[in-house]
DNA sequence: ACCTTAGCTGAAGTTATACTTATGCTCCAG
DNA sequence: CTGGAGCATAAGTATAACTTCAGCTAAGGT
């Protein structure tokens, strides 16, 4: 490998004006240091770069090659300092933001596009996938942003947090639920650790994540073993197998605001107050974010919070989401 | 524009490695100057390229564009200097050549052909003109040889010709003929300069460049006017004007040994012995050959010489051309 | 034909800066 | 809780790039 790339940036001048003191004005040194800087080049790839014709140097073919090498390179390295002085002011670039594959799919399209509607130079890239998949993106510098339900975060195993940023910027309460009819014929208003625990539910993962944290938190049982009779990695899916008297699932209230009030679906209570799930929006700590980033975070949290209705959190947010993947 | 282009080798190696002790190690220096080289091109793009985890260098956007742009430059020095050092050893890349037209329609294709069989890695890119054209391009570095007839160059005003090396590679006699008919008809075996001045010319260029220095070769006589009734930039043209009784012509003899010999067309002689016209090689005097460039010339000669019946010069050449272009 | 000028080269001395050494800090692992 | 791995930082040294000055060569002007 070339040891010293310097003084290709000389070369280069010395190609393009075809002149020694010419490159040395536009570098601001003497001449004889360029042509000092020339030579040695020539000795270090052991090739004659330029024939000396009398006041002037007049480039061999390997002088010529390496200038067809080095040429795009310094156009290159040019623009890429333009594109960083401009989106020092002006957001512009490629964001990179994790997202749960429900939540990327139902509202980050539309935010995207508003977003791109007030900052056309910036553009996106979206990655679906739970905690466990996007956080260790997000350490590797391939992803900007990630947002996550914090919620299934405690619950997995996932390296060191403390280098995460955690920014919430939402809440949905997380509730077991069934139909009407369902309830009606097999829960029949007894929601107890041991009723309930006879069911049949509808979950995300096969492990059922979702519903053993809904039992640690509202029986403080851990190891709990039930009937799973349906896995369906999609809210949809879920809440319409609730609907359609499958069993019980666990979801996110403000999914099902509608079926709740006009009776088709059943909020199951306990005496212990539902889950809250926290949306967060996670940086890695030590990052220093460019303007395009702080403006994105900014926008994104002012959208999800306008989104819960105006108000800050705990209202059961009529945006985010809940539960596994 | 970037100061200094040689911390960038050191972001290379940092970037690829993604860590700073490597980077160090593979660039045999202290962990230290790695550390503060990546430190001082962060704050010369004004941008952070990495953001610190523990024990871990993770590359943020801008970073990884860095890379993208550099990556491939080094790559491509890599290869560059790796192609130096074959051309070293084993003839090979590029040859571009000048030589008159009818030359190098003739001859050269057969010979490029001939040298690619033994050397393949070898191309060529052949640029046709007169001594005017292709001197200039030898000068510029855009040809490595040039054929010329000397004969024209001594005629035509080029610049400054101690630049220029001449290597004679062959010798064509150059005389003056027409038709036996013609001859007899209007000639009638008068070759004085009173008879001839007053005859039909056939001519290369409307300068009528060749039969002015076969009068001043002849009968050193520089501004003669003679009566011009056909220009034709071609020696088969020329040939076939001369032997249809056009009229009187200037032409390399090997092309009509045959037609000289059956008397189809007569040779116009005087006392003076014709006219001698070196083919030479030509290439910039101060420029150190390559080994391509070395072996080609050596194979060109041989080529030319040997095409020439295998003795030296003076005889009238088989190969090599004549005239104007 | 001469001198002058423009441009490249080269040696010697100086200056800048990249590198080393040494130390400290932080986070993870055992 | 302690040791170690890896990055950052400060101070001093050494390397190498740059400046200055002198020399060389070819072109051009008078």
Redesign the interface.
């Known amino acids: 490998?070339?040891q010293?790339?310097?003084r290709?940036?000389v070369f280069y001048h010395v190609f393009s004006s075809g002149s020694v003191v010419a490159a040395a004005n536009a570098l601001h040194v003497s001449q004889s240091a360029v042509s000092q800087t020339i030579h040695k080049l020539e000795k270090e790839?052991?090739?004659?770069l330029f024939?000396?014709?009398?006041k002037q140097l007049?480039?061999?073919?390997?002088?010529?090659?390496?200038y067809e090498?080095v040429q795009p390179?310094?156009g290159?390295?040019?623009g890429?300092?333009k594109?960083?002085?401009v989106a020092?002011n002006h957001p512009i670039?490629?964001l990179r933001v994790g997202a749960p594959p429900e939540f990327g799919k139902a509202y980050l399209p539309s935010i995207v596009a508003d977003f791109r509607e007030k900052y056309p130079d910036v553009t996106f890239t979206l990655e679906l996938g739970t905690p466990e998949t996007l956080l260790p993106l997000l350490?590797?510098?391939l992803l900007?942003f990630a947002l996550v339900d914090v919620f299934l975060t405690q619950s997995t195993h996932i390296g060191h947090l403390d280098?995460y940023h955690f920014n919430p910027v939402g809440e949905e309460e997380v509730i077991l639920a069934c139909s009407r009819q369902y309830h009606e014929k097999y829960v029949k208003g007894d929601h107890s650790f041991s009723s309930l625990s006879k069911q049949n539910f509808i979950s995300y993962r096969k492990d059922l994540q979702a519903i053993r944290l809904w039992f640690k938190h509202h029986f403080s049982k851990s190891n709990i073993h039930v009937r799973d009779v349906l896995t369906v990695d999609s809210h949809e899916a879920v809440i319409s197998a609730i609907a359609h008297n499958v069993g019980i699932g666990v979801v996110a209230s403000h999914l099902i605001t509608e079926k709740l009030s006009n009776g088709i679906i059943v909020h199951i209570k306990t005496p212990k107050p539902e889950i809250m799930n926290a949306i967060s929006l996670v940086q890695?700590q030590?990052?220093?974010p460019?303007l395009t980033e702080k403006v994105f975070e900014r926008y994104l949290i002012d959208k999800i919070r306008e989104a819960n209705g105006g108000d800050s959190l705990h209202n059961s947010g009529t945006n985010a989401k809940a539960g596994e993947f």
């Open positions: 490998m070339l010293n790339l310097d290709l940036k790839v052991n090739s004659p024939t000396r014709l009398h007049v480039p061999t073919r390997a002088g010529k090659r390496l090498i390179f310094m290159a390295l040019d890429y300092q594109d960083l002085e020092k670039g490629e350490r590797e510098g900007d280098m890695l030590d990052k220093i460019t």
